[in-house]
């Protein structure tokens, strides 16, 4: 069973679609005293498994404070998920194991022989100690369950291996949405983190965020989105994961987190929020965060959750400073008439100035898994 290589180089892990491009940034870590770096390819996490949070029973509050503040992200998968298949060079030619089985990338294993698998590590070990017997694999293929049968075959260095490329955990950096604090809740980034390889949405067993700095930013151009470059530090949490959605990725963490100076303010509702001038709140320099001018510019009819509204960058500073909207931005909080009215969530490819937003009231309702 071969691992995913931690400096493997590919496109931004949210991916593209219909010439946006969402907002999120996977990190390749490079560990140095306990600090990251972040840059646009996968990880596997060599830090320690946490317990997964509790989900939330407790209704979120229609007033919450806007964060704006950019954080790391860790994610450990429920399962591991096949992210490729390649053959298992042996000293008689070239042999398919994974793939003539039946498994296919975006397959999640789940258990193998009865025993429940999460980590790369358990794999190699179950692989390695049958010595080419036949495994029993139970996987998740979107909403069906499979049992497969496969038998590891030794290569020419003497490794038994299934010819599968596997991923169970990915880091990055992110924009916090909001936070409640009667219940603890945040929500970030307004969409989900997703698999750079297949573009699954990571199945999520336990995960956590931890302070970050900003760095550096590659400022977008037409046809070229940039990006936040940052730290953060892999050995302090700020909150625990108890969700990732298609809506965004939530947890719970302590009021004195975040932090004083700032006020709850109200969620709007769907019929509150109108075309016209707003702000958003971003972290692109340090830890700091600032409010910058925008133009919501468009609304949409219900239908694609993260694409509830078009927005327009003016500010002079954040164009002089970004170029508009860049990966990294995503969980942006927008603000109107003094009230939460949405997130950033992508930017149009061939102009960063302009981008989607997803609705404040949807991440608030998949909170509690009122919607979807």
């Not at 691992?3 to 969402?22: I, N, R, S």
């Not at 490729?84 to 000293?91: D, F, I, N």
């Not at 942006?332 to 404040?360: C, E, K, W």
Request: net charge negative.
């Amino acid at each position: 069973m071969e691992q995913e290589p931690k400096q493997k180089q590919g496109p931004g892990v949210f991916g593209l679609a219909a010439g946006a491009a969402a907002l999120g940034l996977i990190l390749s870590l490079a560990l140095a005293g306990g600090r990251a770096r972040a840059a646009l390819a996968p990880a596997v996490l060599d830090a320690p498994r946490q317990a997964p949070a509790q989900a939330v029973e407790a209704a979120v509050s229609r007033k919450v404070i806007p964060l704006g503040k950019a954080v790391g992200i860790k994610l450990f998968s429920d399962g591991v998920l096949v992210v490729g298949l390649s053959p298992v060079e042996t000293e008689a030619g070239s042999s398919y194991p994974g793939r003539d089985c039946g498994l296919k990338a975006g397959d999640v294993i789940t258990h193998i022989n009865g025993g429940e698998v999460d980590t790369i590590e358990e794999v190699q070990a179950l692989v390695a100690q049958q010595e080419g017997e036949p495994l029993t694999i139970q996987a998740v293929r979107g909403q069906r369950q499979l049992q497969l049968t496969v038998a590891a075959v030794e290569n020419s260095q003497g490794v038994y291996q299934l010819g599968v490329w596997l991923r169970d955990s990915m880091a990055g950096i992110g924009t916090m949405t909001f936070y409640d604090p009667s219940s603890g809740v945040f929500g970030a980034l307004g969409h989900g983190i997703n698999d750079v390889d297949t573009a699954m949405l990571m199945p999520l067993e336990s995960g956590s965020i931890m302070p970050a700095t900003v760095d550096q930013v590659k400022k977008g151009a037409s046809g070229q989105p940039g990006e936040l470059h940052g730290q953060f530090d892999l050995t302090r949490d700020l909150g625990t994961l108890y969700a990732n959605t298609n809506l965004g990725i939530f947890g719970q963490m302590p009021r004195e987190t975040v932090g004083g100076g700032v006020e709850p303010v109200e969620v709007a509702a769907r019929d509150e929020v109108e075309t016209g001038p707003a702000t958003i709140l971003s972290n692109i320099r340090g830890d700091e965060v600032e409010e910058f001018h925008i133009n919501i510019t468009h609304l949409y009819p219900e239908g694609d959750g993260t694409r509830s509204m078009m927005i327009e960058v003016d500010d002079p500073a954040l164009l002089e400073a970004t170029g508009g909207i860049v990966q990294g931005m995503s969980g942006s909080p927008i603000l109107q008439n003094g009230r939460l009215v949405g997130a950033v969530t992508h930017v149009l490819v061939n102009d960063p100035t302009r981008g989607y937003a997803i609705l404040a009231e949807n991440m608030l309702k998949q909170a509690t898994g009122k919607l979807g």
